[in-house]
Nanobody, 121 residues
Framework: QVQLVESGGELVQAGGSLRLSCAAS????????MGWFRQAPGKEREFVAG????????YYADSVKGRFTIYRDDVKKTVYLQMNSLKPEDTAVYYC??????????????WGQGTQVTVSS
């Protein structure tokens, strides 16, 4: 069993930066792929970024490529999402997910409760 707790979301101005964190419990964190998803009001949840269990691959939605970076620290059992050049359309609740690699789908085994990111114009 893995529990995920996101943090770092807050109100930020357009053009600013935030770093989200997702802390995991459990012994098998290093063997899981990790993903970040987001859900804006009135919209379906969408894939943002994912990273393989070995950090050998990182994948991004087209909308965030070049602005967001996903990385992990297996010692701290934490995955991060560095978000730069934020735009109002990045406003959403951000969720992290863990499990066998599921790409941009939602077929991850474990999910956090989410953290709110609000970007003001």
């Amino acid at each position: 069993q893995v529990q995920l707790v996101e943090s770092g979301g807050e109100l930020v101005q357009a053009g600013g930066s935030l770093r989200l964190s997702c802390a995991a419990s459990g012994r098998t964190f290093s063997s899981y792929a990790m993903g970040w998803f987001r859900q804006a009001p009135g919209k379906e949840r969408e894939f943002v970024a994912g990273i393989s269990w070995s950090s050998s691959g990182a994948y991004y939605a087209d909308s965030v490529k070049g602005r967001f970076t996903i990385y992990r620290d297996d010692v701290k059992k934490t995955v991060y999402l560095q978000m730069n050049s934020l735009k109002p359309e990045d406003t959403a609740v951000y969720y992290c997910a863990a499990g066998p690699w599921a790409g941009a789908t939602e077929r991850y085994d474990y999910w956090g409760q989410g953290t709110q990111v609000t970007v003001s114009s």
